[in-house]
């Protein structure tokens, strides 16, 4: 930290007065930093105690059984309460919305950065900005009137007809001992258009402006003697952009999970299309919900103790699983950084 | 697909115009409620109306859901409560024991379906509603639902069923009627603000549900009346306790009250579910103004104008439902809310207004 | 003259270095090779949009022996060796016109396979740039792309290429690690490595030893000798002693223009033009 500054302090020259304003200032920003680092943190622990307080009682009275069970009863009397549903609801969805908007991303960044002329890449990176400042309750409505509308009749009535007598590998049985096969299971129930891939979908374009936009930041830093470096040797314009991706590999493995946290965390757009119900299906066409879509739902009434305290408790366990899986991606991502 | 989306702009935009119309001037006494978002569009436009002949008072409310509403009362950080489920019992007590529950206007809900092909407006009853949601009847042409419109065409299609997927009241009050007449559902669902739907796809407030019947042939929900009719959804008509079949309307609610009006419980907590009469709607809720029954927590001068308000929905802002599509209170039930609010005190002390 | 028997002296070094097991043949050899021409140019025009960089070039470069480029900054001498790979193709707005031949094909002509060019003709940059892969990959890449498969193939040409360009005593232990992890002079010969790993004809080196020090430079240079002999190396240089030492040709140019071209003896002690005799005595440039 100190060096670069009195290389710089002895390059220029400078008066001392000069150095001990530099040091007062090194200071401050080191003390404010440090600072934001402590609130954040703070206000990380703050967040996780209140949940904690909130859910303590569903803790005490359902407790592990919260991850085991896929009922969400909130009838006063009834009171049953599991996540999995959600959970699984939530991993789908964001799977699909990654399987779909890494790939779309990535190839969106390459056109910006390395195949469209100035005059198109200049709109289309604006437009690229415009669409990531969307409010999410727009993506919902567009996503139930249009998208939703438009997927059942079209799309999924054409990947119906597609797969639904393709039975390769028998996987479960459907309630009334039908054997379930893959792939014909994934269309099962017929089009419906709110079901965990329209959610999957609202996700995937609703991340793409994001992931994209970091990826063509971080393929603009891709060094130009690296670029002559490659065509020199013969490369083809794709061997040149397959080795300019892999130096921006850390970069795009970042926007992906900067996509992912904001799929995971998504609410209004997903509610709108995913069709709101507990269940779990291998089905794509099924209705499901995410644990943040039960969370917008269903809070603002919960209206007796227990019911509140299981929505703290979905709380919990959205954030726990975000930690996770943002800590699990720092792993993976040390992994693939060059040492 | 484009026309539903035109239809909630309709529903939505005027909603917000008068949401940004409440300003008020600085040197008034402010009072604050909150709760229920149903009841939002008419009460920014009684805010507006009431502002300028009362300049001295400035409201503000906040639409966070009747839950947050009741919250808010039980936490005394408002002043008064917007809900469209009166209070549990169990909440009544955590609010301190006593409130005053008044309704303000009605709200009928409806059956929407989407059967282009079907040109008659058709005609379910309690049992059948259940049946459907229950997921015992599934198709279109079942015999139940033929034998209630006969001489209709039925399509041989799957009922898409659509309910609310966020806690409602609409969602309490349409629970509580299938409750009613249906004892399979009061067994196995039961009523609240969300149930555990046996069958069918939940969608996020009124545009949501709508639009889930809009999209699929064979559609079927239930909506609030004012979103309905401002967005021409077609309606069923249903038959009510004694067996007539009945239309939602403006009239057939206040027969509905007026059916009820008579054995009112004495803190009016109900819902008009299921009465009986000739003409008489048979769900419908009240949506609720909510205080305690001494507003000792508050100024004087906060409570004064708190009842003042209320005093004035209930009166002079009963004309403004109807250009709203809400129902207004029928001169019986106005007159039993009226000597509800008289009750609310001021630590002991009844105050003029 | 100072200059004169610096030819001799660098056979000496090279071999004195003893690094690569270099033969010590010393490359004085002007006439023997010169018969046959590795890249000939004829009337070469070089511009950048209206700007005429280069202005009708005709130029021999003799078969592996070492040509030098020299002439003041801005003088085209970049834009003529980006010329025999094709480079400026990828520059905007550049216009090529004239013909350039390799082993007499016209690398200009319709339906000329760039990336096989560029495979023949490799090219080393002023700046080391290696791939932030390991110092195998790097070598391996070039092999990679142009479609050598099988590790045990892929292994032994990394192992040929890394001991041509000197450097595989040094890395050998460290295969795996980091480019970004060698010196400055290590990562150049890399460089050099990673262009010769395809076997090209001809390399093409832009300054290469304007970023590294003396003692770099010296390594590189007792390598251009030792490459020259299957290779033929075209070298733009700023350093006139560089010039001297490791080429067998030198080509003065001046403002677009190839003022004078002969063997590097010659343009250095007995130039025909007093532009070149001006420039190689330091007096201008
Ligand atoms: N990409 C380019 N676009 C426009 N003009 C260019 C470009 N590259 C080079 N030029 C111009 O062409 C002329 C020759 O440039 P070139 O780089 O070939 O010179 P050079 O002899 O290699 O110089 P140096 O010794 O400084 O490297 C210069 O006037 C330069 O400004
Ligand atoms: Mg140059």
Known sequence: MSEPTNRSSIASGSHPRHRFFR????????????????????????????????????????????????????????????????????????????????????????????????????????????????????????????????????????????????????????????????????????????????????????????????????????????????????????????????????????????????????????????????????????????????????????????????????????????????????????????? | MFKAFHKFLMVAAPAALLAIGTVGTSRAVEISGAGSTFVAPIMYKWMKIFQKSHPNIKVDYEAIGSGGGINGLIGKTINFCGSDAYMSNAQIKQAGGAVLHMPEVAGPEVMSYNLPMVHKQLVMNGKLIADIYLGEVTRWNDPAIKKLNPGVKLPDLPILVAHRSDGSGTTFIFTGYLCKVSPTWKKQVGQSTSVNWPVGRGGKGNPGVAALIEKTRGGLGYLEYAYAITGHFPVARLINKDGYAIQPSMPSVIAAQKAVVENLPADLRLHIINPSGKKAYPISGFTYLIIDRDLGYMSKTKAKATLEFIHWILTKGQKYAKTMQYIRLGPAMQKKVLAQLAKATWKGQHLSY | MILADTSTDISQKAHGAGTHGLTGTVPVTTSATAARQAVEVQNLEVFYGQHRAVHNVNLKINHREVTAFIGPSGCGKSTILRCFNRMNDLVKHCRVQGSVKIHGADIYARGTDVMELRKRTGMVFQKPNPFPKSIHENVAYPLRIHGVRGKAVIAEKVEKSLRLAGLWDEVKDRLHASALSLSGGQQQRLCIARAIAVDPDVLLMDEPCSALDPIATKTIESLINELSKTITIVVVTHNMHQAVRVAHQTAFFYMGNLVETGPTDKIFHNPVQHQTLAYVTGQFG
């Open chain 1, 23 to 339: 040091g007062v200032l090194d200071r401050l920003t080191i003390g404010l930093s440090m600072g934001g680092v402590v609130m954040m943190f703070g206000i990380l622990l703050l967040i996780f105690a209140v949940l904690l307080n909130g859910a303590w009682m569903a803790i005490g009275h359902i407790g592990w059984k919260f991850f085991t069970t896929s009922t969400w009863n909130p009838v006063p009397g009834m009171d049953k309460y599991g996540v999995l549903a959600f959970a699984y609801g939530t991993a789908v969805t964001t799977f699909i919305a990654l399987l779909l908007a890494v790939p779309l991303s990535i190839g969106c960044a390459v056109f910006i950065t390395r195949l469209a002329p100035p005059w198109l890449a200049a709109p289309v990176s604006f437009l690229l900005e415009l669409l990531a400042a969307i409010p999410s309750v727009v993506y919902g409505l567009w996503g139930a009137f249009v998208m939703s509308p438009w997927l059942q009749t079209h799309f999924e009535m054409w990947m119906w007809k597609a797969l639904r007598n393709i039975k390769w590998i028998p996987v479960g049985h459907y309630p009334g001992h039908r054997t379930e096969y893959f792939p014909a299971n994934l269309v099962h129930g017929g089009p419906s258009g709110s079901d965990f891939l329209a959610g999957g979908l609202i996700l995937t374009i609703m991340i793409l402006p994001i992931i994209t936009a970091i990826t063509r930041d971080v393929l603009q830093q891709f060094p130009e003697e690296l670029e002559q470096g490659a065509y020199g040797l013969g490369a083809t314009w794709w061997q040149t952009t397959r080795l300019a991706l892999t130096y921006c590999r850390v970069g795009i493995f970042g926007a992906a999970v900067l996509g992912m946290a904001r799929a995971i965390g998504e609410t209004m757009a997903v509610v709108m299309v995913i069709g709101n119900t507990d269940r779990i299906s291998s089905s794509l066409f099924a209705g499901g919900q995410t644990m943040a879509g039960v969370f917008v739902n269903e809070f603002l009434e919960a209206d007796h103790p227990i019911y509140l305290s299981a929505m703290m408790y979905v709380a919990l366990t959205l954030l726990v699983s975000a930690l996770l899986t943002n800590l699990a991606a720092r792993v993976l991502l040390n992994r693939i950084a060059p040492s």
